[in-house]
């Protein structure tokens, strides 16, 4: 049996989730968390095999998360279940300790394949992202001036694009305003940004949403 916990801020979709997979037989969802400090909290981590992961919890970043996660639990098998496209994320959680990523678009066959694979330990990803490396589509994402923020970085740039208050992202990530303000004087720096409207017009450009 394959024992799976379910992390997901919407109800609805950690349902559909708990339905489909104990429909299969031999895999069983143990636990469901709606943020991060709740899942961090389940005494059912030390036997799980599997956390299904949404990338965009409320109260913590998921590639954030991911860190702490495999810091308290090195060998934790993650799936990042995510709403955005492969090549935004995908990359960026596989570094930091995710075995697999898919997207929420994907079928429920590939759901349970992916689950499979990453319990016995191994990687997985899409066909389509498989391609993408291959055809070097990743390599461009990896050149783009973005790329080379840190995580925590790239975490204030997307948050400071889509309007969130710099009080709002001090208070969420447990720091001082003081500090987002040199991130933010880091991210401007990196990008070449001069004003607020060249960042937020970045992160309309290029795509990014932390949510």
């Given at each position: 049996m394959i024992h799976v916990i379910v992390v997901d801020d919407h109800h609805l979709i950690r349902r559909g989730l708990k339905q489909y997979i104990e429909r299969i037989g031999d895999?069983?969802?143990?636990?469901e968390a709606a943020t991060g400090e709740e899942l961090l909290h389940f005494s059912a981590l030390k036997s799980c095999d599997v956390i299904l992961l949404?990338?965009?919890?409320?109260?913590?970043?998921?590639?954030?998360?991911?860190?702490?996660?495999?810091?308290y639990y090195p060998d934790m098998h993650i799936l990042v279940l995510s709403m955005h496209p492969e090549e935004r994320?995908?990359?960026?959680?596989?570094?930091?300790?995710?075995?697999?990523y898919i997207t929420k678009g994907s079928s429920?066959?590939?759901?349970?394949?992916?689950?499979?694979?990453?319990?016995?330990?191994?990687?997985?990803?899409?066909?389509?992202?498989?391609?993408?490396?291959?055809?070097?589509?990743?390599?461009?994402?990896t050149a783009q001036p973005h790329s080379m923020l840190s995580d925590r970085e790239f975490l204030i740039l997307t948050r400071l694009g889509n309007g969130e208050a710099v009080k709002s992202i001090a208070w969420s990530l447990n720091i001082s305003v003081s500090t987002v303000h040199t991130y933010k004087q880091r991210i401007m720096?990196?990008?070449?940004?001069?004003?607020?409207?060249?960042?937020?017009?970045?992160?309309?450009t290029h795509n990014l949403d932390e949510s």
């Open positions: 895999i069983e969802v143990v636990a949404d990338i965009g919890l409320p109260d913590k970043n998921g590639i954030e998360l991911l860190k702490e996660i495999k810091n994320y995908a990359l960026r959680a596989l570094e930091n300790g995710a075995c697999g429920p066959e590939e759901l349970e394949r992916a689950i499979r694979k990453v319990a016995t330990g191994g990687t997985y990803i899409s066909e389509a992202l498989a391609e993408k490396f291959a055809s070097g589509v990743i390599e461009k994402q720096e990196k990008l070449k940004l001069k004003h607020n409207a060249d960042l937020i017009h970045y992160v309309d």
